[in-house]
T-cell receptor, first 115, second 114 residues
């Protein structure tokens, strides 16, 4: 069964802390994604990766960085957390596209609160 | 920039009735895909249905069907015979044919009334 896991469901951090959100998938997917979800804004793409050590910026990369050292693991890093980064963070993965439909498989999400 | 729009922030439907959730997109691409996801209150995103721009027929998956009108650039989700468990947030998402990433709409909160 397809599975994407995220390291925490809930996280509370202080302003200025460095925050790591971890995502692991067991489907051998090439693509992995980080989104943030805010009410009324839907899901917005922060970064994605299409291969180990490869990454591309999404729509809102400012204040975030990512790391993909192994195919199954994609980490989102908040170098210095700020209150406006309080949000739900969703990780997803998908196999490589070839013009067909490839749905993205999502993790359960991490609700991050920055105080 | 490519855009996807869901104009209904919230919808109510009586149990056992059908409901249509609207989704419009703005693209000049010829090859693209449209997805619908469901997000219950527990938070997980559940894939429901997919429509490709070259697909001749509207996609169907059980009680879910997609009313795809290419000329109008709309891809509305139809849920037949609504159930209480259908109460959730529904997201429309779009991907150009060659892209890996999806662009999501702002979502519609559906509430099914007993």
């Amino acid at each position: 069964d397809v599975k994407v896991t995220q390291s925490s469901r809930y996280l509370v951090k202080r302003t200025g802390e460095k925050v790591f959100l971890e995502c692991v998938q067991d489907m051998d997917h090439e693509n992995m994604f980080w989104y943030r979800q805010d009410p009324g804004l839907g899901l917005r793409l922060i970064y994605f990766s299409y291969d180990v050590k490869m990454k591309e910026k999404g729509d809102i990369p400012e204040g975030y960085s990512v790391s993909r050292e192994k195919k199954e693991r994609f980490s989102l890093i908040l170098e210095s957390a700020s209150t406006n980064q309080t949000s739900m963070y969703l990780c997803a993965s998908s196999p490589i596209t070839s013009g067909r439909a490839y749905e993205q498989y999502f993790g359960p999400g991490t609700r991050l609160t920055v105080t | 920039a490519q855009k996807i729009t869901q104009t209904q922030p919230g919808m109510f439907v009586q149990e056992k009735e059908a409901v249509t959730l609207d989704c419009t997109y703005d693209t000049s691409d010829q090859s693209y895909g449209l997805f619908w996801y469901k997000q219950p209150s527990s938070g997980e995103m559940i894939f429901l249905i997919y429509q490709g721009s070259y697909d001749e027929q509207n996609a169907t998956e059980g009680r879910y069907s997609l009313n795809f009108q290419k000329a109008r650039k709309s891809a509305n989700l139809v849920i037949s015979a609504s159930q209480l468990g259908d109460s959730a947030m529904y997201f429309c998402a779009w991907r150009t044919g060659s892209a890996r990433q999806l662009t999501f709409g702002s979502g519609t909160q559906l509430t099914v009334l007993p």
